[in-house]
């Protein structure tokens, strides 16, 4: 799959997981959620995060292959419990580890309907999935991606009626003069 269409999956489930809160904490868990989605293309230079990062996706590669170890079960085990140990505490944003499980799981949950598939299992070689949607197809384009793009939208409208109060607050201090 795209990046754009990991991003916007994982922000979906992201918003989904935020729960009932308020817009900017909605929207960060979206992001990082959204971010999330991108580590399992560290294993290849050309993704999307790939080419952001130096030498590390090459070493990846090399080592244990693009679709290997980090598109397995050992991989979101692996990233889960690093994001526990470094993030969880922290609290900044709440279930931050959480939010960066279900971005990694569900890159390689939308990863399993491309013809090529995930091996869940690795390092038993074995790969799993669905060929629905080959990769930049125009399937993945024109129906996959807009459909996350509505979900996002969806899910974010539907919680625009918890903010409402702030955004009238907001509205009413800037007609009194308050904040302009
Ligand atoms: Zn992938």
Known sequence: MLWRTHFLAS???GLLLAGHTDAKTAAL???V???AALL???DSPD???GRMIPVIPRLFKTVVGHRGALHSAIGVAAVFILAALFLGWRAHIPKMHYLILAGYLSHLVMDSFNP????W????GKRFGLPLVQTGSLLER???MPGMVLLVAWFGITKLWLWFPTIKAVFSKILKGGIL
Not at 116 to 119: D, N
Not at 121 to 124: A, G
Request: glycine share 12%; aromatic share 12%; net charge neutral.
């Open 33 to 35: 959620a959204g971010i």
């Open 40 to 42: 399992p293309d560290v």
């Open 142 to 144: 024109f129906v996959v």
């Open 47 to 49: 993704s999307k995060i």
């Open 116 to 119: 090529q598939g995930v091996p």
């Open 11 to 13: 922000a979906a489930a």
């Open 29 to 31: 868990s979206a992001g």
């Open 121 to 124: 299992l690795w390092p038993y």
